[in-house]
């Protein structure tokens, strides 16, 4: 089939087309995480933009956002991955709201480099974590 295409001259609309498909699946997916906070939602927005691996568009899609609410969202190794990975990129949370989320110790590990250097005051209101961020 690839060959057909070359031969017929519209080798070169196939990168168009995917050009412009990559371009609304970014639009689209900005548009969403401006306006989903359902924790469900959220985490599958997260695995979205971990997916692409572009990342001044998940720097800028995130800019702004000042609360991630992940409440009950059972969080396994993967999420605490993907998690950590964007909010490497995301300067503005002022909430990060992770109750009921289930981290395990593994989880707490990945997520800790990036926590401990959030401005985020529901994390330094739990003693209990705040004690854990402070750990060397």
């Known amino acids: 089939r690839e060959k057909l295409i ?4 519209l080798g070169a609309t196939v990168p168009t087309h995917q050009e412009a498909l990559f371009s ?34 998940l720097q800028r899609t995130l800019e702004g956002v000042r609360s991630i609410n ?3 969202s059972p969080l ?11 909010l490497r990129y995301c300067c503005s949370i002022a909430q990060l709201n992770l109750r009921g989320c289930k981290l ?7 997520l800790k480099p990036v ?7 529901d994390l330094r209101q739990v003693p209990s974590f705040r004690k854990y961020l402070n750990k060397k």
Do not use: I, M, P
Request: glycine residues 4%; contains cysteine.
């Open 24 to 57: 609304a699946l970014k639009d689209w997916l900005s548009e969403k995480v401006k306006k989903h906070h359902e924790s469900e939602t959220t985490l599958f927005l997260l695995h979205c933009l971990y997916e692409l691996h572009e990342e001044e568009f």
């Open 70 to 72: 992940l409440q009950n």
């Open 115 to 121: 926590l401990s250097q959030l401005n985020c005051e």
């Open 104 to 110: 395990t110790a593994d989880g707490l590990r990945l």
């Open 6 to 9: 070359a031969s017929e001259g």
């Open 76 to 86: 396994k190794r993967r999420d605490c991955w993907v998690l950590q990975y964007c």
